[in-house]
């Protein structure tokens, strides 16, 4: 099985290239399966219902989030109410869940969202979390995490933490796509980040003007995403039957 994992989708930009391009980047790559982090998909960051509509039509099978998704609390009911859209599990309190099993042509993927605690909330434990999830879905061989944080230390904490339990942990949240993608001698691929699908001309996706004043200002600044060309930035991991990674390939496609 391939499975086909995308960065942080940015705004409107990042939603009509996926629109545009994801059957055929699926088929191109030969991917099973995909996982996509939404949480900036709408307009001004967070996650509209309209958008997650437009993600799963345009070829995602599960949309992970992270900090931002509770930004738009016109997503609560869905979050409620749609399988295939999860939030991070470690929020003690809140709507939706942050796992799930999905049926494929190939056998089941069990897809866990968890979010850092460094420089992010304070929320519950997300190596604990882990644990409990793993106990959770101990029937599935194939179990993928979307880790959403900043610190690279606790990416790789966590990475090395469920080396061997799951079949990857791929990190989103920062925009940038790492250049550390790796397989464990016991089968577990990793990248620390993933990087984004929006607007190249930018910075994290936001427009470049809006986010030097804020810096050189120290003023709060509406951001609004940037504009011009796409890049969709990602990994694509391949797993035997017993869910072991065998590879791990950073993509960039614009």
Not at 45 to 56: M, Q, T
Not at 91 to 111: D, E, K, L
Not at 114 to 135: H, K, M, Q, S, Y
Not at 205 to 224: A, D, H, N, S, Y
């Amino acid at each position: 099985m391939k499975i086909l994992f995308l960065g942080d989708v940015v705004g409107a930009a990042g939603c009509a290239f996926l629109e545009q391009r994801l059957w055929g980047v699926r088929k191109l790559l030969g991917a099973d399966f995909v996982v996509a982090n939404g949480e900036n998909a709408s307009v001004g960051n967070g996650l509209l219902p309209g958008d997650a509509k437009r993600l799963k039509n345009a070829g995602v099978d599960v949309i992970t989030t992270g900090n931002h998704v509770f930004n738009r609390w016109e997503l609560r009911s869905l979050l409620d109410e749609d399988e295939a859209l999860l939030r991070p599990h470690n929020y003690p309190q809140a709507p939706g869940t942050g796992w799930g099993v999905y049926a494929t042509p190939f056998g089941r993927v069990a897809v866990i969202n968890l979010i850092g605690r460094t420089f992010l909330a304070n929320v519950d434990c997300p190596f604990r979390t882990a644990d409990r999830l793993l106990e959770k879905t101990a029937d599935v061989a194939v179990r993928v995490v979307d880790f959403h944080a900043e610190a690279t230390s606790e990416k790789l904490a966590l990475c090395a933490y469920l080396d061997g339990r799951v079949t990857a942990v791929v990190g989103t949240h920062t925009h940038v796509q790492t250049a550390d993608e790796a397989v464990s001698p016991v089968g577990t691929a990793t990248i620390t980040d993933l990087g984004m699908t929006g607007p190249v001309d930018s910075i994290l996706g936001m427009g470049k003007q809006q986010v030097l004043e804020r810096f050189l200002t120290g003023i709060p600044v509406r951001l609004q995403p940037g504009s011009g060309e796409v890049e969709l930035c990602g990994a694509l991991v391949e797993t035997d039957e017993r869910g072991r990674a065998q590879s791990i390939e950073r993509i960039r496609l614009r």
